[in-house]
Structures are given as structure tokens and as C-alpha cells.
């Protein structure tokens, strides 16, 4: 049956690309339906999982040449995308941190702290990551809290026994860092990418600063809704996991903790590089004001990593660095594949306009304006960057949206703000967001759950972006002169 599914998934793919660009139903140039049609190709096998994901995020090197969409040199510039840096960094830190026992004990401490039961460890996720996710990237903060996630699960599944279910808890434990790490990054304008990006363009276009504030009293609440509807989605209906406060968890976790001892000369000198990049990623752009370097997060990541294959362990049994080649072996190199195909897709995409033509249609279809545009300006956003990265797709889109809004005359924040919180809001593919992406290489998810909450959690945003946005907005900010 494996077979039959594969072969299906396969035979499905082409067949849709061939009617797509056969019929062109959009009426599309030769080119620009091509694109679609390949999209709709990959698409379909990372869906129906007909092929290995990483696989599919290969085919653009054949076939985009191979159409003459875009050459092979520049298809392979998107596999050598910044941010694929920035995971790997990310990566080889959280490799360092599990090789030398670091993250148990990190794990150990947190599940002391908020209690052995199932749903007060996802609790205790939720808030620590959302509160980092605030003023950390949310790629960071995923980065720092999935070795912790990984060692968590191992511990609670060594300490339960009864009729609990690890598969779930897993899952859940999984999710909720990439989701949380996603919803609370929107609270802040430098919580996530594309907020940045959007408040630089409307700086840049219409002279005009958001405030940090405004920004907070909008968005923190719709930050918070999706936290608390992420919490009991997660833990009431979809992966409930009956694990019980147990008072022998307690006590085996306390007494190995003990039984850890001090901190080891290598998990300080992992501890100390951890901490260093946590820090660098936070005050980044303090830094940056001094006017002595410039730095952004993938040369931090990427410092880290190198900080790591030059220190030495400082264990008389292991006489050798943090980290050395060896060790990569573990790392989730097919996610990096993953991410380059998502970008080369995308820039596709874009060469040929058909992001250009999205948002011509979507003027059209809106006729005046109103309520009814923001709800089409957010579905669309947000289902785009299932597929897209978020932060192209802001930078793409958002000239779009304030095109739009000036012809309808309308406060271009009304469109550009939900645009741009959707835009981190996708929860339904692993190319959605970076922190969907690496909580994927765990291995705990499988695509179809992470589908499942993802749509629903895509919903619920839409229903609360456009709300607040609607709503709150004109009551906080006066409209943007033009």
C-alpha cells in the first residue's frame, strides 16, 4: 500500500500541473503558468508526502532551468539563502548542547520547576518561549528551546508509565514551541522578521514611525488569545496525553538531577557560548547603533557554531573540541534543502510576476474596500506563506497593500498590518515559518497533524487579526497621511 500511496501522490502531482498549465485557467503568460504549474507539482508531493520533502525541494534545480524559468546559478542561490546559515549555526549549537549532556540538565530543571504533569510542561513551554519569542526572533528562540524540548520528552517518557501517550505529548510539546515562538514574536515590532520589514517600509514610504507601543496594545492581545487558544487546542483536543502529576517523577527527577553533579567544564564552556549568542541575538541591534560592526542573526548563529569547533572540551577523557566534523552527521541537513527549495520557489514566483497579479486581482475583487478586503488580505497572507517565506512575502507584498489602500483610499495600516502578522502566523507546513520548520526535524510531527493544527490555528488568527486590526486600529493610530 506504501507504494500504491507514493505512486498516487506522484501520478496526482503531474496530472495537476499538466491541466494547470494546459487549460491556464488564469489566463497566464507561457511563462508565468509554467511557474504555477510547477508549484502546484511540489506542492502536491509535499502534501501527499509522495516523495521525501527534502527530495522535492530539489526538483527546482531541474526543472526551473530545464522551463528556463531561471538559470541553474540563480536557483541555487536560494539553497544559499542567509537563513539556511542561520539554521545551520542554530543547528550545530543544539548539537553541542545535547552532545555534552547540557540540555538534561536544562530539561531536568524546567520540569522540576513547572510540575510532572503533561499539560503544565506544555504550559511551561508555551510561556517561556512566548516571553523569549518577544524579544528574540522567533528562529532564535526555537533554536534555544528545542534541545530543551527534545531532553524533556526523553526525561518524561523514562519517569511515566500507565496509560499515558508519549506520541502525543511529544507532538504537542513540539508544535507549541514553533507556534508560540511564531504568535508571540507578532507582540513586538522586533519580535519577528516581517514586522521589521513592514515597519521600515511605512517609515520609508510614508514617513511615518509606529511606535513600539501602539504596535504592543495592539497585537500583544492577539498574541495572548492565540497562546491561551494554542494551549487548550493542543493539550484538550488534539493531543491529549493523560500524564499525571506523579510524586515518583518528582523525586527520580530531583534525585538525578543530584546525580548530575556540578556543571562539567565542557557544559560551561557550551553554557557560556549558548548564553553569548542568546545575548548577541538580543542586543543585536544596540550593537549595530554603536556604529562598530554590523550584525544580524545568521553571522551570530554562524559565530556561534565556529566558537564551538574551537574550544577545546577541557575533559581529560574527551581531549577535544565542543564540537568536532564528526558530529554533524546528526544534523537535520534535509530541513536546509527544505528551506532553499521554499526560497527558490518563491523567487520564482515573483520573477514571473504571478505575486504581482495576486495582488492586482485582489484590488479588483475588493471592489471598495472594507472589512470584507481585510478578510482577503489576511486568508491570503497567511495561506501564501505556508509555501513562502515570510519575510519575502512581506517585502514582496507589501507595496501591493499600500498600492491598494491608496487607491481606495484607506489607512494603509488596515491592510499592511494584517498582512504582515498573518504572514507569521502560518502553522500548517513546515516551509511555513523557520521555527515550523525545525521543530519538523524532530521527528516527533507528522505532517498531516502538523496540517490539522496548523489550519485550525490559521482560523483563529484570521478571526482575531482582522478583528483587532478592524477595530482597535483606528482607535489607536490616527490614519497615515499620504
Same mark, same amino acid.
Given at each position: 500500500?506504501?507504494? =500504491?500511496?507514493?505512486?498516487?501522490? +506522484?501520478?496526482?502531482?503531474?496530472?495537476?500541473?499538466?491541466?494547470?498549465?494546459?487549460?491556464?485557467?488564469?489566463?497566464?503568460?507561457?511563462?508565468?503558468?509554467?511557474?504555477?504549474?510547477?508549484?502546484?507539482? @511540489?506542492?502536491?508531493?509535499?502534501?501527499?508526502?509522495?516523495?521525501?520533502?527534502?527530495? *522535492?525541494?530539489?526538483?527546482?534545480?531541474?526543472?526551473?532551468?530545464?522551463?528556463?524559468?531561471?538559470?541553474?546559478?540563480?536557483?541555487?542561490?536560494?539553497?544559499?539563502?542567509?537563513?539556511?546559515?542561520?539554521? @545551520?549555526?542554530?543547528?550545530?549549537?543544539?548539537?553541542?548542547?545535547?552532545?555534552?549532556?547540557?540540555?538534561?540538565?536544562?530539561?531536568?530543571?524546567?520540569?522540576?520547576?513547572?510540575?510532572?504533569?503533561?499539560?503544565?510542561?506544555?504550559?511551561?513551554?508555551?510561556?517561556?518561549?512566548?516571553? =523569549?519569542?518577544?524579544?528574540?526572533?522567533?528562529?532564535?528562540?526555537?533554536?534555544?528551546?528545542?534541545?530543551?524540548?527534545?531532553?524533556?520528552?526523553?526525561? /518524561?517518557?523514562?519517569?511515566?508509565?500507565?496509560?499515558?501517550?508519549?506520541?502525543?505529548?511529544?507532538?504537542?510539546?513540539?508544535?507549541?514551541?514553533?507556534?508560540?515562538?511564531?504568535?508571540?514574536?507578532?507582540?513586538?515590532?522586533?519580535?519577528?522578521?516581517?514586522? *521589521?520589514?513592514?515597519?521600515? &517600509?511605512?517609515?520609508?514610504?510614508?514617513?511615518?514611525?509606529?511606535?513600539?507601543?501602539?504596535? @504592543?496594545?495592539?497585537?500583544?492581545?492577539?498574541?495572548?488569545?492565540?497562546?491561551?487558544?494554542?494551549?487548550?487546542?493542543?493539550?484538550?483536543?488534539?493531543?491529549?496525553?493523560?500524564?499525571?502529576?506523579?510524586?515518583?517523577?518528582?523525586?527520580?527527577?530531583?534525585?538525578?538531577?543530584?546525580?548530575?553533579?556540578?556543571?562539567?567544564?565542557?557544559?560551561?564552556?557550551?553554557?557560556?557560548?549558548?548564553?553569548?549568542? #542568546?545575548?548577541?541575538?538580543?542586543?543585536?541591534?544596540?550593537?549595530?547603533?554603536?556604529?562598530?560592526?554590523?550584525? !544580524?542573526?545568521?553571522?551570530?548563529? /554562524?559565530?556561534?557554531?565556529?566558537?564551538?569547533?574551537?574550544?577545546?572540551?577541557?575533559?581529560?577523557?574527551?581531549?577535544?573540541?565542543?564540537?568536532?566534523?564528526?558530529?554533524?552527521?546528526?544534523?537535520?541537513?534535509?530541513?536546509?534543502?527544505?528551506?532553499?527549495?521554499?526560497?527558490?520557489?518563491?523567487?520564482?514566483?515573483?520573477?514571473?510576476?504571478?505575486?504581482?497579479?495576486?495582488?492586482?486581482? %485582489?484590488? !479588483? &475583487?475588493?471592489?471598495?474596500?472594507?472589512?470584507?478586503?481585510?478578510?482577503? +488580505?489576511?486568508?491570503?497572507?497567511?495561506?501564501?506563506?505556508?509555501?513562502?517565506?515570510?519575510?519575502?512575502?512581506? +517585502? %514582496?507584498?507589501?507595496?501591493?497593500?499600500?498600492?491598494?489602500?491608496?487607491?481606495?483610499?484607506?489607512?494603509?495600516?488596515?491592510?499592511?498590518?494584517?498582512?504582515?502578522?498573518?504572514?507569521?502566523? #502560518?502553522?500548517?507546513?513546515?516551509?511555513?515559518?523557520?521555527?515550523?520548520?525545525? %521543530?519538523?526535524?524532530?521527528?516527533?510531527?507528522?505532517?498531516?497533524?502538523?496540517?490539522?493544527?496548523? &489550519?485550525? @490555528?490559521? +482560523?483563529?488568527?484570521?478571526?482575531?487579526? /482582522?478583528?483587532?486590526?478592524?477595530?482597535?486600529?483606528?482607535? =489607536?493610530?490616527?490614519?497615515?497621511?499620504?
Amino acid at each position: 500500500m506504501n507504494w =500504491l500511496k507514493q505512486w498516487g501522490g +506522484i501520478v496526482l502531482g503531474i496530472v495537476l500541473a499538466l491541466l494547470i498549465y494546459i487549460t491556464n485557467p488564469f489566463g497566464l503568460e507561457t511563462k508565468a503558468v509554467t511557474v504555477l504549474a510547477l508549484a502546484a507539482l @511540489m506542492i502536491t508531493w509535499w502534501v501527499t508526502e509522495a516523495l521525501p520533502m527534502p527530495v *522535492v525541494a530539489l526538483t527546482p534545480l531541474v526543472l526551473f532551468p530545464l522551463f528556463q524559468i531561471n538559470s541553474i546559478k540563480q536557483v541555487a542561490s536560494g539553497y544559499s539563502d542567509s537563513v539556511i546559515f542561520l539554521f @545551520m549555526g542554530g543547528f550545530m549549537i543544539g548539537m553541542a548542547i545535547e552532545k555534552w549532556n547540557l540540555h538534561r540538565r536544562i530539561a531536568l530543571t524546567i520540569v522540576n520547576i513547572t510540575g510532572t504533569s503533561g499539560n503544565k510542561i506544555v504550559l511551561g513551554f508555551i510561556v517561556a518561549t512566548g516571553l =523569549l519569542s518577544m524579544w528574540l526572533s522567533n528562529t532564535a528562540t526555537t533554536m534555544m528551546m528545542f534541545p530543551i524540548a527534545v531532553s524533556v520528552i526523553s526525561v /518524561v517518557q523514562e519517569n511515566q508509565s500507565g496509560n499515558v501517550n508519549y506520541k502525543n505529548f511529544a507532538a504537542s510539546i513540539m508544535l507549541v514551541i514553533a507556534y508560540a515562538s511564531n504568535f508571540a514574536g507578532i507582540s513586538t515590532i522586533i519580535g519577528t522578521p516581517p514586522n *521589521v520589514a513592514f515597519a521600515g &517600509f511605512i517609515s520609508d514610504k510614508y514617513n511615518y514611525d509606529i511606535q513600539f507601543v501602539d504596535w @504592543m496594545l495592539i497585537c500583544m492581545p492577539i498574541s495572548i488569545l492565540l497562546l491561551t487558544a494554542l494551549y487548550f487546542l493542543s493539550t484538550r483536543i488534539l493531543f491529549p496525553n493523560n500524564i499525571k502529576a506523579n510524586p515518583q517523577t518528582k523525586l527520580v527527577i530531583k534525585s538525578e538531577l543530584a546525580a548530575l553533579g556540578k556543571l562539567s567544564k565542557a557544559e560551561k564552556r557550551v553554557m557560556i557560548i549558548f548564553c553569548t549568542t #542568546a545575548a548577541l541575538w538580543i542586543f543585536k541591534d544596540l550593537i549595530n547603533k554603536l556604529g562598530i560592526v554590523r550584525l !544580524d542573526d545568521t553571522m551570530i548563529a /554562524v559565530a556561534g557554531a565556529l566558537a564551538l569547533f574551537i574550544s577545546p572540551s577541557g575533559m581529560k577523557e574527551k581531549d577535544t573540541q565542543l564540537l568536532v566534523w564528526e558530529d554533524t552527521t546528526k544534523m537535520a541537513w534535509g530541513i536546509l534543502l527544505l528551506f532553499g527549495g521554499g526560497i527558490a520557489l518563491a523567487s520564482a514566483l515573483e520573477s514571473v510576476g504571478l505575486i504581482e497579479a495576486l495582488g492586482k486581482w %485582489v484590488a !479588483d &475583487f475588493s471592489g471598495g474596500g472594507g472589512i470584507m478586503l481585510v478578510i482577503l +488580505i489576511t486568508v491570503i497572507s497567511i495561506f501564501i506563506s505556508e509555501v513562502m517565506s515570510n519575510i519575502a512575502q512581506v +517585502i %514582496v507584498f507589501a507595496p501591493v497593500v499600500a498600492g491598494i489602500s491608496d487607491a481606495l483610499d484607506m489607512n494603509p495600516l488596515l491592510l499592511g498590518l494584517p498582512m504582515t502578522l498573518a504572514a507569521s502566523c #502560518a502553522s500548517m507546513m513546515p516551509m511555513g515559518t523557520p521555527p515550523n520548520a525545525i %521543530v519538523f526535524a524532530s521527528g516527533h510531527i507528522r505532517l498531516k497533524q502538523m496540517v490539522v493544527t496548523g &489550519f485550525i @490555528m490559521n +482560523i483563529v488568527s484570521i478571526v482575531l487579526i /482582522v478583528l483587532f486590526c478592524w477595530y482597535v486600529v483606528p482607535m =489607536l493610530i490616527p490614519p497615515i497621511s499620504k
